[in-house]
């Protein structure tokens, strides 16, 4: 981030008509999106939101409470239009665009081999960094595919160890004998591949999904471009943490949206050091928790750049 | 609200294309919104802040952390759409007005008789009610008074019991000596006024002031023409509880937008009934924070009236 447009801002804030601090969290918003923009008094245009899509081999032991063939029909609802992140993109005014990852060929089943090969790991990822569009001014990365709590839960205890019960949750709504299940496999996901968790990435390869390369690509490339991003879920937050665990501050320019109902994700973002603006209890994913939060950062830097100061509005300070 | 749009938006909430309950509290706003406009598939069109100021007696005895002119400042600051409510209208596409109400007339310092006539008072609760627009479809009733969360944590010492340390908070910014002083003002008030405390509004007339009672007419009117109101921070909570002390389920159409920084105002939500939205620290008043909630409505909304059916879609249910 730029250190001057950054102290820029504070000097700004200082100076706004409010009782000094009074705006409480969405005052340390404006200045660190101020600090990743290089402008003491930014503004949001183009929020973007891109929704990945992925299939997951390991659907085949009983993870998830919907078949498969939802993940294409979810992508087909998003092209309409009618799935719950085009509604939140339009409420918000952001451009929306979903990508399916080679929904033909799922990822081959963690507990038996990696779930993908390193060129399909490397394809998934360029394809989310090439997603990012260089208009962008904020970014959300959002996903749909069915089983990829498993998966994304398998990746946590890959990234942070700890078993399978620790970090899986109930998804899209399986029942107890079902996490249970959940938890089963993902054990037998660590079990498999214990010898090779080092690195994040291979972690990544190994027990993750195209999706969740392809977030983890679309967040770097964010980093890259100085796009400041909104965190989604728990499936979102574990393809950050590849990025966390491969250099620390990766994710320096990453504000979490929310806080999901995924069992896990609390324990998740602790782990990332991040706080979430919100919980209202979602567990969606798409990136909905992070387009209803980029409400408040459109908020917090609407105030920020648009507030007279005391000395503008001729108001006596305190 | 209607039972009969309530059942609807139940029954096409569950037919929507998300798994059942993955859009957590947002569902249940949705509901209680469809409920109380009278379809099960509403939209939000045209949100109102009505924001009322009004200065009190009771700065005199050094309670505020900023001159008692600051009021009639900030007002002309909400007219040249400086302040940080005027961004926030702008950003959720909010229509906002402002009215002051008899500023160059404090109220009286409640230490040493009724804060307000019965005229001042039911003046000022008409100038509330009318302040509501028959073409809002929700409405947030904010302020501006310097000195008011001495008055609003009088008020609901008087409502609900207790002493004035457990009311008294540290509004824009006092120290420790300020607050303590506000907390025996507050006593003071309340062992004036002891004997007359059993009617909710003579507490609001003895306690509050003009802007408070102005927002308790605004919150009222809403009611009375079935608009959902979103509720702001510790002043505005307090002017709310006038009405719920008068009639039980007086506040069924509000809405918590948020849990302010101000010390008691989870005390006083909690006496409400009142889950809050957010909890980001704010504690600026002016229908800040509720303004914030209102993107959070707003997707609610937009999700449940927006989304296609799971059969529409074409998308296999769980």
């Not at 990766?250 to 999901?260: E, I, K, P, W």
């Amino acid at each position: 981030p730029d250190a001057a447009a950054r102290a820029g801002a504070e000097e700004r804030n200082g100076q706004l008509t409010k009782p000094p601090g009074s705006l409480g969290r969405l005052e340390d918003l404006a200045i660190w999106y101020a600090g990743w923009r290089g402008t003491d008094r930014p503004v949001i245009e183009n929020p973007q939101i891109v929704v990945f899509a992925g299939n997951h081999g390991v659907t085949a032991r009983g993870v998830s409470a919907f078949p498969a063939e939802v993940t294409a029909q979810m992508v087909g609802n998003f092209e309409a239009g009618g799935a719950a992140i085009n509604q939140l993109a339009r409420a918000f005014g952001a451009e929306m665009s979903v990508t399916a990852l080679e929904l033909d060929r799922p990822t081959a089943d963690f507990t038996e081999g990696p779930a993908m090969s390193e060129a399909d790991c490397a394809g998934a990822f360029a394809a989310g960094w090439n997603a990012v569009s260089e208009e962008a001014d904020v970014v959300i990365a959002g996903e749909m595919g069915i089983g990829n709590t498993t998966a994304a839960a398998a990746l946590a205890a890959g990234l942070f160890g700890g078993t399978g019960a620790d970090w899986a949750g109930r998804g899209t709504g399986v029942d107890e004998a079902g996490l249970a299940r959940k938890a089963e496999v993902i054990d037998a996901g660590l079990a498999f591949h214990s010898g090779a968790l080092s690195d994040p990435l291979e972690v990544l390869r190994r027990l993750g999904g195209r999706e969740l390369a392809a977030m983890a690509g679309a967040i770097a490339s964010a980093r890259a471009q100085r796009i400041p991003v909104i965190l989604d879920g728990f499936i979102a937050s574990a393809a950050a943490a590849v990025l966390h665990r491969a250099a620390p501050g990766a994710l320096d320019h990453v504000v979490a949206g929310h806080l999901s109902a995924e069992g896990a994700h609390g324990r998740l973002l602790e782990q990332l050091g991040k706080e979430p603006l919100l919980d209202l209890g979602l567990r969606l994913g798409e990136g909905s928790g992070a387009a209803v939060a980029l409400g408040i950062l459109k908020a917090a830097v609407a105030c920020h750049s648009g507030m007279a100061t005391f000395a503008e509005a001729g108001v006596s300070g305190g």
